[in-house]
């Protein structure tokens, strides 16, 4: 059974920061992509950032330049720093992985819970 447990979301004003962490955990033998998506209200849910085992990390074209991914693979963490945060940035923020566990042949996609983020303006 693997959980990927989403924190660090919230309430926060504009031009202000937050930092999402997602934690995967399980029988997990090899971590091969990693990334956050997000849902606004009546809008497909869509890419913000993404970051492989190796190679480049990609962004959406809106949070170029303000929003940083990351990873720990020591924790099978990922990391998503957002900075000066626009009202448009709020929805609910879903952690996603690729994983290839113990047992399970060819790797797999997961979603964390969601959690939101809310930027006033």
């Known amino acids: 059974q693997v959980q990927l447990v989403e924190s660090g979301g919230g309430l926060v004003q504009a031009g202000g920061s937050l930092r999402l962490s997602c934690a995967a955990s399980?029988?997990?033998?090899?971590?091969?992509?990693m990334g956050w998506y997000r849902q606004a209200p009546g809008n497909q849910r869509e890419l913000v950032a993404a970051?492989?085992?190796?190679?480049?990390?990609t962004y959406a074209d809106s949070v170029k330049g303000r929003f940083t991914i990351s990873r720990d693979n020591a924790k099978n963490t990922v990391y998503l720093q957002m900075n000066t945060l626009k009202p448009e940035d709020t929805a609910v923020y879903y952690c996603?992985?690729?994983?290839?566990?113990?047992?399970?042949?060819?790797?797999?996609?997961?979603w964390g819970q969601g959690t939101q983020v809310t930027v006033s303006s």
């Open positions: 996603h992985a690729i994983l290839l566990l113990r047992g399970v042949v060819g790797s797999r996609s997961y």
């Open positions: 399980g029988s997990i033998v090899a971590i091969n992509r």
């Open positions: 970051i492989p085992s190796g190679g480049s990390t």
